[in-house]
Antibody
Framework: QVQLVESGGGVVQPGGSLRLSCAAS????????MHWVRQAPGKGLEWVAV????????YYTVSGKGRFTISRDNSKNTVYLQMNSLRADDTAVYYC????????????WGQGTLVTVSS | SYALIQPPSVSVAPGQTARITCGGN??????VHWYQQKPGQAPVLVVS???DRPSGIPERFSGSYSGDTATLTISRVEAGDEADFYC???????????FGGGTKLTVL
């Protein structure tokens, strides 16, 4: 069965860095585009970034561009989100998701990992 | 950037039909997808490209659009349908995914 398991969340000070990981199983990871979506406490969904199946294409939300980097290791069935210069408004649950193409809807979702940016 | 507008809340009695709208400029030319998110859980895709339902999603869930509005219709609403619902579009002009603000469905 399909599983996406996020890890790496925690409490970080403003200006700090964090790297999230998402380990996939139960589907052909190397054939799927992978996304990060976040949800601030009590708020709606906000798309953060996507990486194509082979890593050749990456797109970012405006607020993340220049601060966040998405990457993947198909040999480890894992996608990453490196987050730098974190701000209080980056506080959210971060979900990873999978879709057949970067422009197709998200078939698979993980359960999320909480990132709290606070001094 | 492209914006999707949803009503904050919709209420419906069990057995009735719920309609959740998603407004966007010329949305009929876009592929609109719908997700259901129950409290404490990850979102689940319930309708893709306005008309397709993933495996396991009841036929009670359907999508449509007219003009600048896409609609998720849930027929014969059950208590277990209570959740937040989000519409989603790929904005080709900016290469961004866009989510609507979400609609909380309350089953009375």
């Amino acid at each position: 069965q399909v599983q996406l398991v996020e890890s790496g969340g925690g409490v970080v000070q403003p200006g700090g860095s964090l790297r999230l990981s998402c380990a996939a199983s139960g589907f052909t990871f190397s054939a799927y585009a992978m996304h990060w979506v976040r949800q601030a406490p009590g708020k709606g969904l906000e798309w953060v970034a996507v990486i194509s199946y082979d890593g050749s294409s990456k797109y970012y939300t405006v607020s993340g561009k220049g601060r966040f980097t998405i990457s993947r290791d198909n040999s480890k069935n894992t996608v990453y989100l490196q987050m730098n210069s974190l701000r209080a408004d980056d506080t959210a649950v971060y979900y990873c998701g999978g879709s057949r193409l970067t422009t197709e809807p998200f078939d698979y979702w993980g359960q999320g990992t909480l990132v709290t940016v606070s001094s | 950037s492209y914006a999707l507008i949803q009503p904050p809340s919709v209420s419906v009695a069990p057995g009735q039909t719920a309609r959740i709208t998603c407004g966007g400029n010329n949305i009929g030319s876009e592929n609109v997808h719908w997700y259901q998110q129950k409290p404490g859980q990850a979102p689940v895709l319930v309708v893709s490209d306005e008309i397709d339902r993933p495996s396991g999603i009841p036929e009670r869930f359907s999508g449509s659009y007219s003009g600048d509005t896409a609609t998720l219709t849930i027929s014969r609403v059950e208590a277990g349908d209570e959740a937040d619902f989000y519409c989603q579009v790929w904005d080709r002009s900016s290469d961004h995914w866009v989510f609507g603000g979400g609609t909380k469905l309350t089953v009375l």
